[in-house]
């Protein structure tokens, strides 16, 4: 496990995109969300579409217009994030790509643990969740975080946001006599404040890394080796049991890090795409596939990067996942575990890569689920609905 370095505030930032929810008056549906890994400082918005360019105006206007040009920005290998587009954007204002690897969410850790706690609330509010993204926003910033032992919005601003009961209770200010002694004030704190969140964060990255590695094994996966890959799709209606989640065979064409490795699909050379290790398994016989992976899913700020200080490399098309989603043919609404309503599309995968499955909305190219529902606006109520 590779814990990301901490820097000043918004040197590193990570990115994500949340939905497709369920509409507000036909409007937003999904939710773009930043987080500093320093201060923790959240930005969260709600927006119709997630592709490129509302990613891009997002990130531009948003982030380096209003906290400057983060040195490094982590997201997933989501088609919106990869764009030339964003790309150019990047060289633009210096800031360097980093991206996680598929289906292994807790490479950008921090990004997602807020995102629990967004999904939580919107599922609670299905019809207005967008209106109240600001409240959760100011809980959320407002108080204490577990591995800083400080409150983002303190890490901002170096003061403790002004609560409605501190108005009622008209608690006393400090006050200056100018703008040079608040200055002075100000650094201070905020040096003081900085040094302990970044102590309190690599405590808190040590103490999970070791209990990280108390449950990992180091991959000994060799160049050329042939590989079994996990890829978690379900189908409705069937036990994970009766399903093959697993493809290949693959080949390991060179290994990018000490956890992530580059494989090429054997039936075809130009799929390839790059895979954490918990997702492999040594290929030894198609109709003998091995057990699903143990992931173990971290919670913390702890994250698994390909190389925290390495240069980003162009990202070419045969690098997206081997299973391309290229049209979305139904969709129903499911349940999880705990009752909460999530939605679930049909799709079919490019040149048949792989039988068509219901997958969730995640790995799915934010435009195709764009288009299924603009053909379906007036289908509605007819949306299945089951329990799974």
Known sequence: MLPIPVDGPFDRVGVDVLGPFSPRLQ????????????????EAFAVRNADAVTTSKLFVEEIVCRHSAPRTLLSDRGQNFMSNLLKEIYKLVNTKKIFTTAYHPQGDGL???FNGVLTMFVDDHHTNWDVYIPYVL????????????????????????????????SEPTVTYTDADDYKA?????????????????QLAQQKQKAYSDKKSVEPDHEIGQKVWVYSPASMVGLSHKLLQPWSGPHRIISKTSPVNFKIESCDNKKHQQIIHANR????????????????????????????????????????IETNIVVEVLDK???????????????VKFENNTKENSWIKPDVIPGQLIEDFEENYKGRGASYRKRKV
Request: proline residues 7%; hydrophobic residues 35%.
């Open 27 to 42: 409007s937003n549906r999904y939710i773009v969300v930043f987080t500093d890994y320093l201060t923790k400082w959240t």
């Open 111 to 113: 990004v997602e643990k």
């Open 138 to 169: 100011f809980a959320y910033r407002s108080s204490i975080q577990e591995s800083t032992q400080e409150t983002p919005f303190y890490l901002m601003y170096g003061r403790d946001a002004r609560l409605p009961i501190d108005v009622a209770l």
């Open 185 to 201: 004030n100000v650094l201070i704190r905020l040096q003081e404040a900085f040094t302990l969140a970044k102590d309190n964060i």
């Open 280 to 319: 492999i398994k040594p290929f030894l016989d198609p109709d003998d596939p091995p057990d699903a992976p143990n992931v173990f899913h971290d919670e913390t700020d702890i994250q698994e990067i390909e190389n925290p200080d390495q240069e980003d490399e162009t990202i070419e098309d045969n690098d």
């Open 332 to 346: 129903l609404w499911t349940r999880d575990d705990e009752g909460r309503l999530e939605p679930k599309y049909f």
